[in-house]
């Protein structure tokens, strides 16, 4: 299709430009000729436009630099032209002006000299062909991309590596439960190796029309979402031919100098914690080295008055902003509180401080700020340090801040007691205002809305009854309640997936008269084969050893097999209550990451990643506790 002539004012018609090659060689040797003409002509003026206007200038020493007064302070009293001032401000004519006569005269012949060097290799260039110029950029492409590359495979500093017993193992002795395990294998490699035909190097896919699928937080791009978030389940399933297959993919192709609008926190969560834990798990270099620049890619979301970081960026640009939803334009509690793990792990791995002490930053200013009757609201205003809508979840927007107060703390030896005090106290007003028992004798937890608790509580909150079971030792004096609060919850949405037809939770149930645990809207009955269910039983496994957890979390897998799988991997449901549910045609990448490595984990034997050396972030990648007494995070100097 050729492109319409532009009609001007004038009413004369300008041909269209012609950026292609053109049709007659004769035409375009003559069209070259004029074109170097015109270049010829500009360049010379603009040269000779510098060169006058470098005597034309005014003398910028007579301008005070600074409106401080600082300068007088900073800069000794000369006056370029008119020689120095002794104190008193009488003139010294003297070898000092001498010196700064030549020095200047020395300046000009140098710019004269380069101007005309510069005009010389112009020259030559216009005398090249189009194709001769071309060839010659794209060499230098070529070297910049060489130069990166070599940049990329240098060794980041050496640091003392932190105790990663448990990566391998597990074996179940009891031979029910080594087929169990045996199964949601089965089911990881069915996820994975659709993926790997129907969607690879997608974000994630869509089983049903076998085709790659994405959704706006990880932006425009194909960032491989599934791949990085899969990593760490292959490896400890034992599948090295598939992670040795995503490991190619992350060499080759996962490119991070994208166009692309991307969630801080899922980026987070998913890349950087998905690639820091296989790198730990397999100690392969290329993890770490692409965690790091990834992170250096969100470090421009900080850029905002207060270091709360904004819940987008482009990873090109650096350009970060906030979702148009979020109380008027407020960064989210459960975004920027959920950084902490990954960011210290950056630091510590690459002895530059940068990461933690954007971590600290946020920490800090959160405990100067005040709390209504003790509680985190959601919204934080990134512009003003402001709290934005007074709303308390412990589900969606809130969840996974208290979560990394409480792995703060574990992950640093247990010596981040500052971290443990912020999460017992936040957890102590969450207790006490938000944490109820219904008629029927279910413990929920609500949320909170101005004052007032809604009682209604999401899929997502359910990962608490874990995260009160792994924060009851060292509780104040309360470890017992913890793991028995850990308990009900679990027990709670046990009840959320048994009162559907499918066997599995909808995405938020309310309690409300008759109704307890139970999605009373059309919009919540959904399940998209989230792990936070799961993730709650494994927790409460590990604590308690009692069968009933192992038993849940096999109704649960049995489920997802019958009304999940599909032939082109696993999908979610868009009602539970329905026994003819439709698909929602998304297999989540966390699927791969979480709720079934969860599930393996809670049919392997303790001593597979086992908690007092390993604490997993909150998409279930697992990190090594670091041994900081003796470190400190800004390099470490015993071994740099
Ligand atoms: C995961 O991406 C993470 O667990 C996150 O913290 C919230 N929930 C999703 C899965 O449901």
């Given at each position: 299709?050729?492109?319409p002539?532009?009609?001007?004012?004038?009413?004369?018609?300008?041909?269209?430009?012609?950026?292609?090659?053109?049709?007659?060689?004769?035409?375009?040797?003559?069209?070259?000729?004029?074109?170097?003409?015109?270049?010829?002509?500009?360049?010379?003026?603009?040269?000779?436009?510098?060169?006058?206007?470098?005597?034309?200038?005014?003398?910028?020493?007579?301008?005070?630099?600074?409106?401080?007064?600082?300068?007088?302070?900073?800069?000794?009293?000369?006056?370029?032209?008119?020689?120095?001032?002794?104190?008193?401000?009488?003139?010294?004519?003297?070898?000092?002006?001498?010196?700064?006569?030549?020095?200047?005269?020395?300046?000009?012949?140098?710019?004269?000299?380069?101007?005309?060097?510069?005009?010389?290799?112009?020259?030559?260039?216009?005398?090249?062909?189009?194709?001769?110029?071309?060839?010659?950029?794209?060499?230098?492409?070529?070297?910049?991309?060489?130069?990166?590359?070599?940049?990329?495979?240098?060794?980041?500093?050496?640091?003392?590596?932190?105790?990663?017993?448990?990566?391998?193992?597990?074996?179940?002795?009891?031979?029910?439960?080594?087929?169990?395990?045996?199964?949601?294998?089965?089911?990881?490699?069915?996820?994975?190796?659709?993926?790997?035909?129907?969607?690879?190097?997608?974000?994630?896919?869509?089983?049903?029309?076998?085709?790659?699928?994405?959704?706006?937080?990880?932006?425009?791009?194909?960032?491989?979402?599934?791949?990085?978030?899969?990593?760490?389940?292959?490896?400890?399933?034992?599948?090295?031919?598939?992670?040795?297959?995503?490991?190619?993919?992350?060499?080759?192709?996962?490119?991070?100098?994208?166009?692309?609008?991307?969630?801080?926190?899922?980026?987070?969560?998913?890349?950087?914690?998905?690639?820091?834990?296989?790198?730990?798990?397999?100690?392969e270099?290329?993890?770490?080295?692409?965690?790091?620049?990834?992170?250096?890619?969100?470090?421009p979301?900080?850029?905002?008055?207060?270091?709360?970081?904004?819940?987008?960026?482009?990873?090109?640009?650096?350009v970060?902003?906030?979702?148009?939803?979020?109380?008027?334009?407020?960064?989210?509690?459960?975004?920027?509180?959920?950084?902490?793990?990954?960011?210290?792990?950056?630091?510590?791995?690459?002895g530059?401080?940068?990461?933690?002490?954007?971590?600290?930053?946020?920490?800090?200013?959160?405990?100067?700020?005040?709390?209504?009757?003790?509680?985190?609201?959601?919204?934080?205003?990134?512009?003003?340090?402001?709290?934005?809508?007074?709303?308390?979840?412990?589900?969606?927007?809130?969840?996974?801040?208290?979560?990394?107060?409480?792995?703060?703390?574990l992950?640093?030896?247990?010596?981040?007691?500052?971290?443990?005090?912020?999460?017992?106290?936040?957890?102590?007003?969450?207790?006490?205002?938000?944490?109820?028992?219904?008629?029927?004798?279910?413990?929920?937890?609500?949320?909170?809305?101005?004052?007032?608790?809604?009682?209604?509580?999401?899929?997502?909150?359910?990962?608490?009854?874990?995260?009160?079971?792994?924060?009851?030792?060292?509780?104040?004096?309360?470890?017992?309640?913890?793991?028995?609060?850990?308990?009900?919850?679990?027990?709670?949405?046990?009840?959320?997936?048994?009162?559907?037809?499918?066997?599995?939770g909808?995405?938020?149930?309310?309690?409300?008269?008759?109704?307890?645990?139970?999605a009373?809207?059309?919009?919540?009955?959904?399940?998209?084969?989230?792990?936070?269910?799961?993730?709650?039983?494994?927790?409460?496994?590990?604590?308690?050893?009692?069968?009933?957890?192992?038993?849940?979390?096999w109704?649960?897998?049995?489920?997802?097999?019958k009304?999940?799988?599909?032939?082109?991997?696993?999908?979610?449901?868009?009602?539970?209550?329905?026994?003819?549910?439709?698909h929602?045609?998304?297999?989540?990448?966390?699927?791969?990451?979480?709720?079934?490595?969860?599930?393996?984990?809670?049919?392997?034997?303790?001593?597979?990643?086992?908690?007092?050396h390993?604490?997993?972030?909150?998409?279930?990648h697992?990190?090594?506790?670091?041994?900081?007494?003796?470190?400190?995070?800004?390099?470490?100097?015993?071994?740099?």
């Amino acid at each position: 299709m050729t492109a319409p002539a532009l009609l001007p004012l004038s009413g004369r018609r300008i041909p269209p430009l012609n950026l292609g090659p053109p049709s007659f060689p004769h035409h375009r040797a003559t069209l070259r000729l004029s074109e170097k003409f015109i270049l010829l002509l500009i360049l010379s003026a603009f040269i000779t436009l510098c060169f006058g206007a470098f005597f034309f200038l005014p003398d910028s020493s007579k301008h005070k630099r600074f409106d401080l007064g600082l300068e007088d302070v900073l800069i000794p009293h000369v006056d370029a032209h008119k020689g120095a001032k002794n104190p008193e401000g009488f003139l010294i004519h003297g070898p000092d002006e001498h010196r700064h006569r030549e020095e200047e005269e020395r300046l000009r012949n140098k710019i004269r000299a380069d101007h005309e060097k510069a005009l010389e290799e112009a020259k030559e260039k216009l005398k090249k062909s189009r194709e001769e110029i071309r060839a010659e950029i794209q060499t230098e492409k070529n070297k910049v991309v060489q130069e990166m590359k070599i940049k990329e495979k240098k060794p980041l500093p050496p640091v003392p590596i932190p105790n990663l017993s448990g990566i391998n193992g597990g074996d179940p002795e009891d031979d029910d439960i080594r087929k169990k395990r045996e199964k949601i294998k089965e089911m990881m490699k069915h996820a994975w190796d659709n993926y790997r035909i129907y969607g690879w190097g997608h974000n994630e896919l869509r089983p049903i029309a076998k085709k790659g699928h994405s959704t706006n937080i990880f932006g425009s791009s194909q960032m491989g979402a599934t791949i990085v978030d899969a990593l760490d389940t292959l490896y400890i399933m034992g599948l090295h031919d598939e992670f040795r297959d995503g490991q190619k993919w992350i060499e080759d192709s996962l490119d991070f100098s994208v166009n692309s609008e991307v969630s801080v926190f899922e980026v987070n969560i998913r890349f950087i914690g998905g690639l820091l834990a296989a790198y730990y798990l397999s100690g392969e270099e290329i993890f770490k080295i692409k965690a790091v620049q990834l992170a250096e890619k969100l470090l421009p979301a900080f850029n905002t008055p207060t270091g709360i970081p904004w819940a987008m960026v482009n990873l090109k640009s650096g350009v970060g902003r906030n979702w148009g939803w979020a109380s008027a334009g407020s960064s989210i509690l459960a975004e920027f509180g959920t950084l902490h793990m990954e960011f210290v792990h950056l630091s510590y791995l690459t002895g530059d401080p940068v990461y933690y002490k954007k971590v600290m930053h946020i920490r800090r200013l959160l405990q100067k700020m005040d709390r209504p009757n003790g509680l985190y609201p959601n919204y934080l205003n990134p512009r003003t340090g402001r709290w934005g809508q007074y709303h308390t979840s412990v589900g969606g927007l809130g969840d996974s801040f208290y979560e990394y107060l409480l792995k703060a703390w574990l992950m640093s030896d247990k010596t981040d007691l500052e971290a443990r005090n912020m999460y017992d106290d936040a957890i102590e007003a969450i207790e006490k205002h938000l944490i109820k028992k219904s008629h029927g004798g279910l413990t929920f937890i609500g949320e909170w809305k101005n004052g007032h608790l809604e009682k209604k509580m999401g899929h997502l909150a359910c990962f608490a009854g874990g995260m009160f079971a792994l924060g009851a030792d060292g509780s104040r004096n309360k470890a017992g309640h913890y793991l028995e609060l850990g308990a009900e919850i679990a027990r709670t949405c046990h009840e959320s997936y048994d009162r559907t037809a499918l066997k599995l939770g909808p995405e938020s149930f309310k309690f409300d008269g008759a109704v307890e645990a139970v999605a009373v809207r059309q919009a919540e009955k959904y399940y998209i084969l989230r792990p936070e269910v799961i993730e709650t039983y494994w927790y409460l496994w590990r604590f308690t050893h009692d069968p009933r957890y192992r038993q849940w979390g096999w109704e649960a897998a049995l489920a997802i097999e019958k009304y999940c799988r599909v032939s082109g991997g696993f999908s979610g449901v868009k009602d539970v209550y329905s026994s003819t549910p439709a698909h929602d045609d998304v297999q989540q990448s966390f699927f791969l990451a979480e709720t079934l490595k969860y599930l393996y984990l809670l049919f392997s034997g303790d001593d597979l990643l086992p908690l007092d050396h390993w604490v997993f972030n909150t998409e279930a990648h697992p990190l090594p506790v670091l041994h900081l007494a003796n470190t400190t995070l800004s390099g470490n100097p015993a071994v740099r």
